[in-house]
């Protein structure tokens, strides 16, 4: 989960919503807020709510305009820094604006080197063009679809695609193994590209095939992180309302990569393993669950890639199966590139 779901909380009360919520990691977005930037501070809660740092969001909020200093690169690289200090693997990261020219101008050289020298995966988030008149103009430099740019690794947000006017199973199969990271979330899908408000609904509250999306990549052994970035803000400040709609998108996101077996949920106060919510059911090392949070389940198990559609049959809270479709019933046309493989989807 990131820290921004729960945005303006405090960054340990994002680490709380999270274990209460059933998420197995949090992704943290880096802001003005020490709490974010701080490797001491996010240790800390990391060890007191028994969930790892997953990801490092570098800050690109208007409120973080001075979060790790002013120049782009120096930000960057800090966010990296800090990602390999937590033991965090990746960092997400958005393209340039067009009038930060020298950073924009180096941007796919500069991605590079600071993954090289730090070993974090930089992760180059899909943005959108800006409505101006009848106009859809891009503001990002060397553009706002990672596909389009020779980067390593890319990030798929579906609310971000939705605004663009883009399927997100399409933009997935255009970034193929670039893949490395999604932002789990929905969004109205534009017919005029920057005409939409960025909305990051809850998984199925919009258009998106967010299901077939993430049905594909548990059956094509996708290893990546899965990281919800929902905003709860339009709940209001009630906790419940916060935490209703967290556990739905965590249960979304269980149906449709796969579910925990109960029998085999660890006793009451029983240590265990916290697992990357990932298509390919990655573990972390084991941290021991805090005695007050009563966790609803944990988190979904491994694929069995033995199996070879069992991955994508997922059980809800009632003991009823479902089988995904792999491509919307309306999408007609063949897609082409698999995110794992490079075969066509069907």
Same mark, same amino acid.
């Given at each position: ?147 389009? =740019? ?178 919307? =019933? ?17």
């Amino acid at each position: 989960m990131s820290t921004s779901c729960v945005f303006p909380m405090s960054t340990d009360e994002a680490f709380r919503l999270a274990r209460l919520t059933g998420f197995d990691g949090v992704e943290v977005m880096v802001t003005a807020d020490r709490g974010t930037r701080r490797a001491d501070l996010l240790r800390a809660s990391s060890a007191r709510w028994g969930l790892p740092v997953l990801s490092v969001h570098a800050p690109v909020l208007p409120i973080a305009h001075f979060a790790f200093g002013r120049d782009q690169r120096d930000k960057l690289l800090r966010s990296a820094e800090l990602a390999a200090d937590l033991g965090a693997s990746t960092v997400v990261v958005h393209p340039p604006f067009l009038w930060q020219r020298r950073y924009s101008a180096g941007f796919v050289e500069t991605v590079r080197k600071i993954a090289g020298s730090t070993g974090v995966t930089l992760a180059v988030e899909n943005m959108f063009p800006l409505r101006v008149g009848p106009l859809g103009v891009d503001v990002h430099r060397p553009g706002h679809d990672p596909s389009g =740019i020779d980067v390593d690794a890319a990030t798929l947000d579906f609310s971000h695609a939705a605004v663009a006017g883009r399927d997100a199973l399409d933009l997935a199969l255009a970034l193929g193994p670039r893949l490395r990271h999604v932002h789990l979330t929905d969004g109205l899908v534009s017919q005029r590209p920057g005409g939409l408000h960025d909305s990051h609904l809850v998984p199925g509250d919009g258009t998106q095939p967010v299901a077939e999306v993430l049905t594909h990549l548990a059956r094509s052994g996708w290893s990546g992180s899965i990281v919800a970035e929902v905003h709860t803000g339009t709940a209001g400040r009630a906790e419940e309302a916060r935490v209703e709609q967290l556990r739905r998108t965590v249960a979304f996101a269980r149906r449709h990569l796969g579910s925990a077996d109960p029998a085999s949920a660890p006793a009451p106060g029983q240590s265990t393993s916290t697992v990357a919510t990932t298509a390919s059911g990655t573990a972390t090392t084991a941290m021991p669950r805090p005695a007050s949070m009563n966790r609803p389940q944990d988190t979904s198990t491994p694929i069995d890639e033995s199996r070879e559609c069992q991955s994508s049959v997922a059980s809800d809270a009632h003991g009823v199966t479902r089988q995904p479709m792999l491509t919307p =019933i309306s999408t007609a046309t063949r897609r082409s590139g698999d995110p794992a493989t490079g075969s066509s989807a069907r």
